[in-house]
């Protein structure tokens, strides 16, 4: 059934797909099918753009730069919160545009909308507060240091939250007084062109916000080595990161990550039982599992064991799985093939190794990307999902005898984006924040995200936060201006 929103029936959003400073830029006869993967089906098609797009983004960037960083703080504060208000009044029709090219339920797709304007919402108040400081120094001399911003950014995001990971780094760089060119995935970029087209109506001046998509690498490979921009930013997996990084090393640019994770979710025996599954549900099976955050591994101790493990199959039992748009579901596909590949070669890896399936475990006949929400018990490091992130809708279940033993398993990766405990025990609980080696840990709650709070991970989990008044920080430069003084208080 062909999907239907204000924003895919007004041509100007169409033809004016991809928003380069507010007009049509595509120069290339080549397209990309935007597809729904519930089933298969194409939305549309945009221009797969490249090299020489992301190029002329930049300059109309470089263009508007000047006119922006020299607004008043308030006025950018106020086309930012002019852009949120119009997310906000666009959320259903957002929502319906973003479950159609992505697949998650729609009640997700809602709430995401909402997280999404609240970063513009935070960061529009966060523009009227970056103070500089004035450091006492010699007789002779005062030290002030002023805050300014980077320049031009460029920004790329992933499929899987294709409007927050979006505001929560435009909004902060548009707050500071920054210009931005953003590359989409072209799994989901019509969230993103969307949301360009809301920032032009809400008064952001054509050439802030640039959103493009099409080749990857051709149009990373130019963001990261042109010498116009300042800053770099990317959320994505930690492969795809350091390569961007390491191109970001020829021009030396200011560089944020947000990479992959691997987050252990620690079930203790003095947890509270239906917290700790609330909690589990919550990290593990959010987007279907396709969430960096998402509890990759369920650590759960002795005795709780059994208990936790029925509990949650029961609950995940009970999921409603199908395409998004058609009424209540509570899981939705997989995003491509390949997704779906590793899923499966996940659990089949598991089973080989001596996993046992306590609920799901196959293919879902919801549609070609479906998965049975599954739950495993007996899982161990031999597995590939201990190592790797499973990114779908498999719980497995990881048995423990003592909180030395836990701690060891969960601090056992590479990555260090989020961790997850339950217990009503206040010492362990400080134990635990204290001890997890990892960039954001959650007690009693399967929740961390929020606008208020910095975001981020630690080792190759990535680089910088966002969100919170840390956000911005990452966007705007310091710089120290030393001022001379000479004579005193005149007799
Ligand atoms: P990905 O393959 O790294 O893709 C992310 C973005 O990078 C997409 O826009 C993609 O473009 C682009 N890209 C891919 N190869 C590129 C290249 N060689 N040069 C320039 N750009 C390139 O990651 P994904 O599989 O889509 O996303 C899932 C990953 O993101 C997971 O690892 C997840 O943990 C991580 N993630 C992290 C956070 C966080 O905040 N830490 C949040 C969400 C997701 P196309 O899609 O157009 O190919």
Same mark, same amino acid.
């Given at each position: 059934?062909?999907?239907?929103?204000?924003?895919?029936?007004?041509?100007?959003?169409? *033809?004016?797909?991809?928003?380069?400073?507010?007009?049509?830029?595509?120069?290339?006869?080549?397209?990309?099918?935007?597809?729904?993967?519930?089933?298969?089906?194409?939305?549309?098609?945009?221009?797969?753009?490249?090299?020489?797009?992301?190029?002329?983004?930049i300059k109309y960037n470089v263009e508007a730069l000047q006119s922006w960083?020299?607004? #008043?703080?308030?006025?950018?504060?106020?086309?930012?919160?002019?852009?949120?208000?119009?997310? /906000?009044?666009?959320?259903? !029709?957002?929502?319906?545009?973003?479950?159609?090219?992505?697949?998650?339920?729609?009640?997700?797709?809602r709430g995401e909308?909402?997280? #999404? #304007?609240?970063?513009? *919402?935070?960061? #529009?108040?966060?523009?009227?507060?970056?103070?500089? %400081?004035? /450091?006492?120094?010699?007789?002779?001399?005062?030290?002030?240091? /002023?805050?300014?911003?980077?320049? +031009?950014? @460029?920004?790329?995001? &992933?499929?899987?939250f294709p409007a927050a990971m979006i505001t929560r780094k435009v909004a902060p760089a548009l707050a500071s007084g920054c210009t931005v060119t953003l590359k989409a995935s072209e799994l989901t970029p019509l969230t993103a062109f969307a949301l360009a087209?809301?920032?032009?109506?809400?008064?952001?001046?054509?050439? +802030?916000?640039?959103?493009?998509? =099409?080749?990857?690498?051709? /149009?990373?490979?130019?963001?990261?080595s042109h010498p116009d921009v300042a800053k770099f930013t990317f959320t994505g997996s930690t492969a795809v990161g350091k390569v961007l990084t390491a191109q970001c090393a020829t021009t030396l640019k200011r560089v944020s990550m947000e990479l992959g994770g691997n987050a252990p979710l620690i079930v203790f025996d003095d947890a509270d039982l239906d917290v700790a599954v609330a909690g589990a549900i919550t990290s593990k099976f959010r987007n279907t599992g396709q969430t960096c955050i998402c509890a990759?591994?369920? $650590?759960?101790?002795? @005795?709780?064991?059994?208990?936790?493990?029925?509990?949650?199959?029961?609950?995940?039992? *009970?999921?409603?799985?199908?395409? =998004?748009?058609?009424?209540?579901?509570?899981?939705? &596909?997989?995003?491509?093939?390949?997704?779906?590949?590793?899923?499966? !070669?996940?659990?089949?890896?598991?089973?080989?190794?001596?996993?046992?399936?306590?609920?799901?475990?196959q293919h879902h006949d919801a549609g070609e990307l479906f998965h049975q929400p599954t739950v495993l018990v007996g899982a161990t490091e031999a597995m590939r999902l201990a190592g790797e992130e499973t990114f779908g809708p498999v719980a497995p279940l990881f048995r423990f005898k003592s909180e030395a033993e836990a701690l060891a398993l969960a601090n056992r990766t590479r990555s260090g984006l989020a961790a997850y405990a339950f217990t009503r025990d206040m010492d362990r609980f400080w134990r635990m924040a204290e001890a997890l080696e990892f960039g954001?840990?959650?007690?009693?709650?399967?929740?961390?995200?929020?606008?208020?709070? &910095?975001?981020?991970?630690?080792? %190759?989990?990535?680089?910088?936060?966002?969100?919170?008044?840390?956000?911005?920080?990452?966007? $705007?430069?310091?710089?120290?201006?030393?001022?001379?003084?000479s004579g005193q208080v005149q007799a």
């Open positions: 059934m062909p999907i239907s929103t204000p924003f895919l029936s007004q041509s100007a959003f169409l *033809e004016g797909l991809p928003i380069i400073g507010g007009v049509c830029a595509a120069t290339t006869e080549q397209v990309i099918p935007v597809l729904n993967p519930a089933t298969g089906e194409t939305i549309t098609v945009i221009p797969r753009l490249g090299a020489s797009e992301a190029m002329r983004a960083r020299c607004l #008043a703080a308030a006025e950018r504060a106020g086309m930012l919160q002019a852009w949120r208000g119009l997310i /906000i009044q666009s959320r259903d !029709d957002l929502a319906r545009l973003m479950t159609a090219e992505q697949g998650k339920p729609l009640s997700e797709a909308i909402d997280y #999404a #304007a609240g970063f513009v *919402e935070w960061f #529009a108040e966060e523009a009227r507060r970056t103070y500089g %400081e004035i /450091i006492p120094s010699a007789r002779d001399r005062r030290i002030l240091v /002023i805050k300014q911003p980077v320049g +031009v950014v @460029g920004a790329i995001t &992933p499929w899987n087209r809301l920032a032009l109506e809400a008064g952001i001046p054509p050439g +802030v916000f640039n959103v493009i998509a =099409g080749d990857a690498p051709e /149009i990373g490979s130019v963001l990261t990759n591994r369920i $650590l759960v101790q002795d @005795g709780i064991h059994d208990r936790f493990a029925e509990a949650l199959a029961a609950r995940v039992a *009970e999921f409603r799985v199908g395409n =998004g748009l058609e009424g209540d579901t509570d899981q939705g &596909p997989l995003i491509t093939p390949a997704a779906y590949r590793k899923v499966r !070669d996940h659990v089949d890896d598991a089973v080989r190794h001596g996993a046992r399936v306590v609920t799901g475990g954001m840990v959650a007690i009693n709650t399967g929740v961390v995200s929020t606008e208020t709070a &910095p975001f981020g991970g630690i080792r %190759e989990s990535g680089l910088g936060r966002e969100g919170s008044r840390h956000g911005i920080a990452e966007y $705007l430069e310091l710089k120290t201006i030393s001022l001379g003084l």
